[in-house]
């Protein structure tokens, strides 16, 4: 069974920093390609930063571009989500996600993903 622990969300002030966490077990991150997505209220999930097993490079989102820090540690089956000069807008429920077998393209659309953690919430107050 593949299960993913998000861990790392609260509450913070505007222009505040939160590390968020992923923990997988039950399946290498080796070959698989790791994302995060949220989701606000009465809004559909997004996707907000992500990592190829194969690519150097990491995608982001526009809104989070310059602010948001995506890695992942493939020996410790852990993906980290590092975000600073956080937004009012960047509140919803955090999610990370793995798609196995790495797809080369789809990497934003959640039904493109195999598995999912419960979320986490983040609140960032004004």
């Known amino acids: 069974q593949v299960l993913l622990v998000e861990s790392g969300g609260g509450l913070v002030q505007a222009g505040g920093s939160l590390r968020l966490s992923c923990a997988v077990s039950?399946?290498?991150?080796?070959?698989?390609?790791m994302g995060w997505f949220r989701q606000a209220p009465g809004k559909e999930r997004e996707f907000v930063a992500g990592?190829?097993?194969?690519?150097?490079?990491?995608d982001n989102a526009d809104s989070v571009k310059g602010r948001f820090t995506v890695s992942r540690d493939n020996a410790k089956s852990t993906l980290s989500l590092q975000m600073a000069r956080l937004k009012p807008e960047d509140t919803a429920i955090y999610y990370c996600?793995?798609?196995?077998?790495?797809?080369?393209?789809?990497?934003?659309?959640?039904?493109?993903?195999?598995?999912w953690g419960q979320g986490t919430q983040v609140t960032v107050a004004s």
């Open positions: 996600a793995m798609q196995c077998p790495e797809s080369l393209v789809y990497h934003t659309s959640p039904s493109r993903y195999d598995f």
């Open positions: 039950g399946r290498t991150l080796i070959g698989c390609y």
């Open positions: 990592l190829s097993s194969i690519r150097t490079t990491t």
